[in-house]
């Protein structure tokens, strides 16, 4: 009887968790006008002079004008986007550019990973580095053959230093996410596979659980956001399953609070893109929806990505029907 009022204790106290208390700081768009006329996939990071975001901007996506542009949020207000990458190689030729991730290194470099090709099927990944917070940026370094970074959520500083990046492939017969890593010096990147099963899964978001445990969620086409397990630090990956989260086949983004919550941006629904909320859960399992993002008849309001600054704010960015990308700030 002692151990069945355990459990029924155990499971009441599970239940009666409070939600968590949301409020908005502020939400609007980050730019109003900008020299392109759509825009996808952002990032966000933050850094010494506030919070950078970066996106694609261009005709539309797979256009050869589509570029890289950053903006800067510092005392409450954006700074006008600012073109940072492009995918020319000579007059002749110019190719686009994708999915930029945003990343600081241990040592305060601000590292902007993208991809650049015809399509993402055929695209290769770069990087630029800012030693001076994004004001200026290097030139672009290639990611070695066989390897891509960060798909399009950012990556994460590991226990013995080294860079994770969440990653996937697409080929015309499947899609599949492995991981990537790398040294502080974006040296010595290695390849981690991962068992994809039978789910088609891109764009991996990585949470942090206790004991050194890693969570990926992912997307796929098969209706559930997918989901595996590491218990080694990233060395190894449990087999890719669906969670009990519906998954429209778009992107996502989450994050691990200091205090270990978990949160996670997507759109809840099996088709569409009109709506998006923020999703929170103690264990990365059983999920409650803590904000209604954005909830309209028709409209895109996908690919977010979110982060925690160090004062606790989160802040929340996504493509506008592709015409802006909106900013959401949040105390939680």
């Not at 290769?124 to 994004?134: F, N």
């Not at 264990?283 to 803590?290: K, P, R, S």
């Amino acid at each position: 009887m002692l151990f069945v009022w355990l459990i029924i204790h155990v499971i009441s106290l599970v239940s009666s968790a409070e939600k968590p208390d949301v409020k908005i700081i502020s939400s609007g768009f980050i730019y109003e006008s900008a020299p392109f006329p759509e825009c996808h996939a952002s990032t966000l990071v933050q850094t010494d002079r506030g919070i950078l975001a970066s996106w694609f901007g261009g005709t539309h996506e797979r256009h050869p004008d589509v570029s890289i542009y950053t903006a800067l949020l510092s005392q409450g207000k954006w700074s006008s986007p600012v073109k940072v990458a492009d995918g020319v190689v000579n007059n002749d030729l110019r190719y686009p550019t994708w999915n930029p991730v945003l990343y600081k290194k241990d040592d305060g470099t601000i590292i902007l990973y993208y991809k650049v090709g015809p399509t993402p099927r055929d695209w290769w990944g770069v990087y630029k580095t800012s030693h001076d917070q994004g004001k200026t940026w290097s030139k672009e370094i290639k990611i070695p053959d066989g390897l891509l970074g960060p798909i399009k959520n950012k990556p994460v500083r590991l226990a013995d230093g080294s860079i994770f990046s969440p990653s996937s492939i697409e080929t015309n017969d499947k899609w599949t996410i492995h991981a990537e890593t790398s040294t502080q010096n974006l040296t010595a990147w290695k390849k981690i596979p991962i068992e994809n099963g039978a789910f088609n899964a891109i764009q991996p978001t990585v949470l942090h659980h206790p004991n050194g445990k890693l969570q990926m969620l992912c997307r796929t086409q098969e209706g559930k956001i997918g989901v595996t397990w590491s218990e080694d630090q990233g060395k190894s990956w449990s087999p890719v399953v669906a969670s009990n989260l519906v998954n429209n086949n778009s992107g996502i983004d989450g994050v691990t609070l200091n205090n270990g919550y978990h949160l996670l941006v997507c759109n809840p629904i099996k088709k569409g893109r009109n709506k998006l909320v923020l999703l929170g859960s103690e264990d990365g399992i059983n999920w409650e929806e803590l904000i209604v993002l954005e909830d309209e008849k028709k409209g895109e309001f996908s690919y977010p990505a979110i982060i925690q600054a160090a004062d606790e704010t989160v802040h929340i960015s996504y493509t506008y029907n592709r015409v802006k990308v909106k900013h959401v700030a949040l105390a939680i």
